[in-house]
């Protein structure tokens, strides 16, 4: 009992959770604070200063204890006991003025009403047991009973009142009675809890000896029935699995904790014997499962206050109060393992010995999760960050375990009291294995249909434009940069939401998509939220796109553009109440005469200019105007067909034969050279040839049919050989609204300057056309492939040559290799920064993987160029604390990540410095040889 | 006593090379922990000459002298050299020993060190997250110290325990 009034134990009950308390609550009140009312702000500082000043007296008193040596009084127990309780107690009655209505939700950390209760606890706990056991309290000493009858009691009356007393109540205005019975509550559980540790302290001191003799008829159930019991009733029904199912106070339906629990119970069970090899090996057993037993401590330790309510409203409730038996006892138990493996081993080695077997299941679950992020960095870089060139191989079962497990975890609750996910596991799963991002459902969807065959549904097409909406007036001005030799051009809008009563909804939304040219770039945005004139914030795109949804569920004031594919940009404006207009503008940089056209209205921007072709070590534009000087020539086209190769496909092989062979006797020029590739979850290409079929067959037939990528392949492959032909990509499959394709490939359009067609090919031989650039495009029958397209030729600097669309626009194409622009080229707002960050995205389109670093690179130019990207957003929000969120979130997207550069933030894994290695060693050779002197003392 | 001498001179004779010498000096510490490092990452460098170390685009840090291990490998070096000279009384050993000390140390720097950049990438990766960027530095410091002092104690403890048994 010592050890219990040992004063350090309070830096570690006390002085650690309340440092973790402050950083989580500074940080929360960071972000909120702009929002907050003058009466929220003084009660976040008096709570705050509270906090403060009772962790500081806690910790002088801790200190000056230490130092005199002296144990932790019982009038500091008491008091502790009464602070920290008032403390949450207050905390919970000021909740809503903490949090008032004005702060979105979204805003604030969905654990953090909890915070107060889990960091407080363990001071509380320590308190209330440090009293029970000190406090001599002669009948219950005497008859332990009596304190036993007393605890019941208290329960019991409880249910009486709530179902008999408090039905009859007629209560008065005010909070009075409310008051009356939470401060009735928190007591009366704090004097359950102090005399059922009493009855316990009492009746164990006591009746050691019996105890010991029976000590199978009280630990059987207490080890082994009751934690399986509880096991049970939570997850109800055992063993059920999935990531539907999750039990009251957490998902613990995995066979490990059924297993753990048995043989914890097992454990703890077995008689101490006194044989030295025998009890070590069992010390270190139940060293090993001391882990689990600690797990459900810690995961109780929060609804400890709440026992007594659980007891009244659910029968089983006191099964709560087996870990923090369960606890004392295996502590118990393992303490006189030590005890007596002292006398036969080292102190020191068996002390080292238990924290290694303390260790094993924390490590193992730590191993396990790493493989599942190995396997789920594999699974994504092949999905979302690939080298079109390799070949990838991944274990399918090691995907499916870890997408099953990510599901479990990703569990969430709307009751905010209960955890979701495995308590404590959970978080760590997210922190390890997600970097405490989310994998989203619809990305879960579709990496199992790419790995596993199960059905994939395409995102449908968002379409969110209200008809009520319209621009009501467009204007434009451009400026001629004469240092640039470019347009610097703006439209403004005036959009406005019609007056009349029929709207469906209270607020409206303008949305709208339209088409950038090449070598025409967005270089600033503004929105007028009320009176004042927002610009743009430019922003990391998922992060400002998770703003912006947030700040629409508000109905609030957020403006958002943003690349879809290619050049596609969309452009979104939130709210319109009836009748109201609201004014916004968009500048662009461009080099040649452009006409963008917004919502049916088609806007002219700028004027001549020279028009000169600029070669960069990126990219290549090639203006409007040498376009017309450029060679006409025709490549070759030839077949390249996509079979699907996904689950129950094995007896398509002859059919596809069939139609292959059709087609290729219609088409006999373009059957010449013509490629196949087989494609499940992976693609093998090969050249067409009559052994195929053998090849097909050979294939598992155990995955989705991933078009999406096999269809990029063959662009990129057809890109990157430069050759003078080009692939007319014809799938063949039996159900192509099964394969797994994002929609459009308007990205890789550089690559296909020849058509924006690609054919799927019907059982009768009939050739459908899809888009290649555009989802919503309609599918047509076409009766005769043209095979005569021509494009025009460029030649390049270093004599390699690229081929152009044959039309009217400028084109800005990559040079085909891996490109990073230097950051000493990036300037504000310039032309040739534009075309520079362009040759980077395009080079990323090519190389996702070779440049998934760089994908942070072009965020930071892009914030530095001011000039949106696709993997940028301008987006204006309402207010500072919306400002501070978007900043929080766009830090934790890229710091999955690392910037290009050597930058302020490159860290160097320099070595702790000569004088101070020396300091501590010899502070600690000191302490060696002083104890040496004692010794020989 | 000349011996003592001997290992602490050369020890002060290390250390002021270490601050005359050129970053390509450090080779023979730095390109094995290279090595492992780009092993167990995965990441690769590139030699960056205006910074005079070795960068890791992927981990976004730089390895240069500084983090070589040299201030582990002296401390390393006269801890051992002092704590050995005293058990051996034959002075046509204690020469050898010092050099044996001066190479074994170099060898336990290459794990240690290695281990240490290791620890502080990883803490690095995980802490990096949710702390401010002007925390990571410290961070980096405490790893450091946390990691060679462990490391200095463990070998003291070891070399002791096992110089005191024998002889």
Redesign the interface.
């Known amino acids: 009992m010592k050890n219990l009034f040992n004063p350090k134990l309070l830096f570690i009950i006390n002085t650690l959770p309340i440092t973790v308390l402050f950083f989580l609550f500074t940080s929360q009140y960071g972000i909120i604070n702009s929002l907050l009312g003058d009466e929220s702000r003084r009660l976040w500082l008096i709570f705050g200063l509270l906090l403060f000043v009772m962790a500081v007296l806690n910790f002088l008193y801790a200190l000056w204890l230490t130092l005199k040596k002296k144990g932790v009084s019982i009038r500091y127990c008491a008091a502790a006991l009464v602070c920290y309780i008032t403390f949450i107690y207050f905390y919970t009655i000021f909740m809503a003025d903490f949090f008032p209505a004005e702060v979105p939700r979204w805003l604030i950390d969905e654990h953090i009403v909890l915070y107060p209760g889990t960091f407080l606890m363990p001071t509380i706990f320590y308190a209330l047991f440090s009293l029970a056991v000190s406090i001599r309290f002669e009948p219950i000493d005497k008859k332990p009973w009596k304190g036993f009858l007393l605890a019941v009691a208290i329960p019991v009356l409880w249910y009486l009142f709530f179902t008999i007393l408090l039905p009859l109540w007629q209560p008065r205005e005010g909070n009075f009675f409310m008051h009356t019975t939470a401060v009735l509550l928190v007591g009366s559980t704090v004097a359950f809890l102090f005399f059922l540790i009493k009855v316990l302290y009492a009746v164990i001191s006591r009746h050691m000896g019996v105890l010991r003799k029976y000590r199978l008829v009280w630990l059987i159930p207490l080890a082994l029935i009751l934690p399986l019991v509880g096991l049970v009733l939570n997850n109800k029904p055992p063993f059920a699995g999935g990531a539907e199912m999750s039990g009251v106070f957490g998902n613990f339906t995995n066979y490990w904790f059924y297993i753990l629990a048995v043989l914890n119970g097992v454990l703890i069970c077995l008689p101490n014997l006194q044989n030295k090899p025998y009890r070590f090996i069992l010390f270190l057993a139940r060293s090993i499962t001391f882990v689990y037993t600690l797990y459900f401590f810690l995961v109780f330790l929060p609804f400890l206050p709440a026992s007594v309510l659980f007891i009244i409203a659910w029968g089983a409730g006191f099964l709560m109060l087996t870990p923090l038996l369960l606890f004392v006892i295996h502590i118990n138990i393992l303490s006189a393992d030590f005890i007596f493996l002292k006398e036969h081993f080292q102190k020191y080695s068996l002390a080292a010995a238990s924290v290694a077997c303390f260790l094993v299941i924390p490590i193992v679950i730590t191993a396990v999760y790493l493989r599942d992020r190995v396997v789920l960095s594999r699974a994504l870089e092949y999905m979302y960050t690939p080298d079109y060139s390799e070949n990838y191989s991944i274990n399918k079962s090691s995907v499916k375990k870890t997408l099953m497990n990510i599901e479990i975890n990703k569990e969430r609750r709307d009751f905010f009291l209960f955890p979701a996910g495995t308590p404590f596991l959970s978080s760590y799963f997210n922190?390890?294995v997600l970097?405490?991002l989310t994998l989203s459902d619809a990305k879960i969807s579709v990496i199992k249909a790419v790995f596993f065959g199960e059905p994939f549904k395409r995102a449908a097409l968002e379409n969110i434009r209200n008809s009520d909406v319209a621009i009501s007036k467009i204007s434009s001005q451009s400026g001629y940069d004469k240092e640039q030799d470019v347009w610097r051009s703006r439209i403004d809008l005036e959009i406005t939401r019609k007056a009349y009563g029929g709207a469906r909804t209270v607020f409206g939304e303008y949305a709208t998509v339209f088409d950038l040219p090449d070598g025409c770039w967005i270089s600033d945005y503004y929105l007028y939220v009320g009176d004042t004139k927002e610009y743009g914030i430019l922003a990391e795109k998922k992060a400002a796109m998770w703003v912006f949804g947030k700040i629409r569920e508000r109905n609030q004031d957020p403006g958002l553009l943003h690349y879809l594919t290619g050049n596609k940009v969309a452009f979104r404006v939130f709210p319109f109440s009836a009748g109201e207009t609201r004014k916004t503008g968009i500048e662009f940089l461009h080099k040649e005469p452009v006409i963008i056209s917004l919502d049916g209205h088609s806007v002219k921007l700028g004027g001549e200019t020279a028009g000169d072709n600029i070669e960069t070590e990126g990219a290549l534009y090639v203006s409007a105007r040498q376009k017309q000087q450029l060679k006409h020539v025709k490549r070759k086209p030839y077949f390249h067909f996509i079979i699907d190769a996904s689950r129950d496909n094995r007896e398509s092989a002859e059919r596809f034969a069939d139609r292959i062979g059709a087609l290729t006797k219609k088409y006999v020029a373009l059957a010449e050279n013509a490629r196949i590739s087989f494609v499940d979850t992976y693609v093998y290409t090969k050249m067409l040839d009559d052994n195929w079929i053998e090849g097909y067959k050979s294939l598992p037939f155990d995955g989705g049919f991933y078009l999406d990528r096999a269809v990029r392949k063959v662009l990129f492959d057809s890109y990157k050989s430069g050759e003078a032909a080009y692939p007319i990509i014809v799938v063949v499959t039996d159900r192509f609204d099964d394969a797994v394709f994002s929609g459009d490939f308007a990205d890789f359009k550089f690559a296909f300057p020849e058509s924006d067609l690609f054919f799927e090919l019907r059982d009768s031989g009939r050739l459908l056309t899809h888009s290649l650039v555009k989802d919503s495009a309609p599918i047509k029958q076409i009766m005769r492939l043209n095979e005569n397209r021509q494009v025009l030729e460029y030649k390049l600097a270093d004599g390699s040559i690229v081929y152009l669309p044959d039309n009217n626009s400028p084109s800005v194409v990559p040079k085909g290799h891996i490109y990073n622009a230097n950051e000493a080229e990036i300037k504000e707002k310039s032309w040739m920064t534009g075309l520079a960050m362009q040759g980077m995205w395009q080079s990323q389109i090519l190389h996702p993987k070779s440049s998934l670093?760089d994908s942070f690179g072009l965020i930071k130019y892009s914030f530095l160029s001011k000039i949106m990207m696709p993997v940028t957003s301008y987006i204006v929000v309402e207010n500072e604390a919306q400002k501070a969120m978007l900043a929080k979130k766009q830090k934790?997207a890229l710091?999955?990540g690392?910037?290009?550069d050597?930058d302020e933030?490159?860290?160097?894994?320099?070595?702790?410095?000569?004088l101070?290695?020396?300091l501590?060693?010899a502070i600690?050779?000191r302490i060696?040889h002083r104890k040496k002197k004692c010794k020989f003392a | 006593m000349i011996y003592y001498a001997a290992a602490a001179g050369l020890f002060v004779i290390l250390?002021l090379v270490f601050s005359f010498a050129h970053n390509t000096f450090f080779g023979f510490m730095l390109a094995p922990v290279i090595v492992i490092i780009e092993l167990f990452t995965g990441a690769s460098c590139v030699y960056?000459p205006e910074?005079g170390?070795w960068?890791f685009?992927?981990?976004?840090?730089?390895?240069?002298k500084?983090?070589?291990?040299?201030?582990?490998w002296?401390?390393c070096f006269i801890?051992i050299s002092f704590l050995t000279l005293r058990y051996f009384e034959r002075s046509s050993y204690k020469a050898p020993l010092i050099l044996a000390a001066l190479f074994f140390s170099y060898c336990i720097t290459l794990f240690v060190?290695t281990s240490?950049?290791l620890a502080?990438?990883l803490i690095?990766n995980?802490i990096?997250?949710?702390l401010p960027?002007k925390y990571?530095?410290l961070i980096?410091?405490a790893c450091?110290?946390a990691t060679?002092?462990g490391f200095?104690?463990i070998i003291?403890i070891l070399i002791e325990k096992f110089l005191t048994r024998r002889y």
């Open positions: 922190w390890l970097d405490n670093n934790q710091s999955s690392k910037p290009l050597l933030e490159t860290q160097r894994m320099s070595e702790p410095g000569l101070i290695s020396t501590l060693l600690f050779l060696v | 250390k960056m910074s170390g960068y685009g992927a981990l976004n840090i730089l390895i240069d500084s983090c070589s291990g040299y201030n582990f002296l401390l801890m060190n240490r950049i502080s990438i690095q995980r990096g997250g949710f960027l990571s530095a980096h410091e450091g110290i060679n002092l200095l104690i003291y």
